[in-house]
């Protein structure tokens, strides 16, 4: 598990028996949100970049085998195209790929190994925040805006492919499901609806206003919220 401290720092525990694994100061950096695979923890910043932290000796460190005085990190801050603040963040399920959204609409994905933009979005429609992400099947992505609108890109083919404002509320989750073919969405009216997650065609719309909210639905799983690794 990763958190971001007050104080500007990341810390890493394990998960099972919460020792802590690592500590490191960001720096002049302002941190704002992360997320990592099993070699790699990108720090989104509140200028907009991307700090990328390599771990130096990954398989020692998730053990919990390396000592305090040990180098844990290789830093290596990366630009990004992000004038605002980086919103939230999102790992490919394979690890390869991190999907990077910003307080200024935009949305950049990138390769984790070659810290390389593979492609970039902008949707002047939305003129708002990107409040969640989730790789979807093939080369696809969706995207969650602050104002409830949904998209739906191939960041191979640089297109966009499906556009929504019928949520007339803020996105709060994103999830895959039925082997990701189906998508769920959650907003903040307590709107839960699902989709073709390739075509984006709704199949169903549930109001659950008075029902239950976002907590019971999915405190299950709150790698939404703070995404992080584990074996």
Same mark, same amino acid.
């Given at each position: 598990?990763?958190?971001?401290?007050?104080?500007?720092?990341?810390?890493?525990?394990?998960?099972?028996?919460?020792?802590?694994?690592?500590?490191?100061?960001?720096?002049?950096?302002?941190?704002?949100?992360?997320?990592?695979?099993?070699?790699?923890?990108?720090?989104?910043?509140?200028?907009?970049?991307?700090?990328?932290?390599?771990?130096?000796?990954?398989?020692?460190?998730?053990?919990?085998?390396?000592?305090?005085?040990?180098?844990?990190?290789?830093?290596?801050?990366?630009?990004?195209?992000?004038?605002?603040?980086?919103?939230?963040?999102?790992?490919?399920?394979?690890? $390869? #790929?991190?999907? *990077?959204?910003?307080?200024?609409?935009?949305? +950049?994905?990138?390769?984790?190994? !070659?810290?390389?933009?593979? %492609?970039?979005?902008?949707?002047?429609?939305?003129?708002?925040?990107?409040?969640?992400?989730?790789?979807?099947?093939?080369?696809?992505?969706?995207?969650?805006?602050?104002?409830?609108?949904?998209?739906?890109?191939?960041?191979?083919?640089?297109?966009?492919?499906?556009?929504?404002?019928?949520?007339?509320?803020?996105?709060?989750?994103?999830?895959?499901?039925?082997?990701?073919?189906?998508?769920?969405?959650?907003?903040?009216?307590?709107?839960? $609806? #699902?989709?073709? *997650?390739?075509?984006?065609?709704?199949?169903? +719309?549930?109001?659950?206003?008075? !029902?239950?909210?976002?907590? %019971?639905?999915?405190?299950?799983?709150?790698?939404?919220?703070?995404?992080?690794?584990?074996?």
């Amino acid at each position: 598990m990763a958190a971001i401290t007050t104080d500007n720092h990341v810390k890493l525990w394990n998960g099972a028996d919460g020792a802590l694994l690592g500590t490191h100061v960001c720096g002049d950096i302002v941190p704002t949100v992360l997320a990592a695979n099993k070699s790699t923890i990108v720090v989104g910043s509140e200028s907009g970049g991307l700090h990328h932290m390599t771990l130096t000796n990954p398989q020692r460190f998730w053990k919990g085998e390396m000592g305090a005085n040990e180098n844990i990190f290789n830093e290596d801050a990366t630009r990004s195209p992000h004038l605002a603040a980086i919103s939230c963040l999102h790992v490919s399920d394979g690890g $390869s #790929l991190i999907a *990077a959204g910003a307080f200024d609409g935009k949305l +950049s994905i990138w390769d984790l190994q !070659e810290k390389k933009m593979l %492609s970039s979005f902008s949707d002047i429609t939305a003129s708002s925040a990107v409040r969640r992400i989730c790789f979807g099947r093939s080369s696809t992505i969706w995207v969650g805006h602050s104002n409830g609108g949904l998209r739906l890109y191939d960041y191979k083919a640089g297109q966009l492919m499906f556009t929504s404002e019928v949520h007339s509320g803020g996105i709060n989750l994103l999830r895959l499901v039925e082997n990701g073919n189906m998508l769920i969405c959650y907003d903040d009216t307590r709107i839960v $609806s #699902l989709r073709d *997650a390739l075509t984006g065609r709704l199949q169903y +719309s549930l109001d659950t206003e008075g !029902e239950f909210g976002y907590s %019971s639905l999915f405190d299950t799983d709150r790698s939404e919220i703070l995404p992080y690794y584990s074996d």
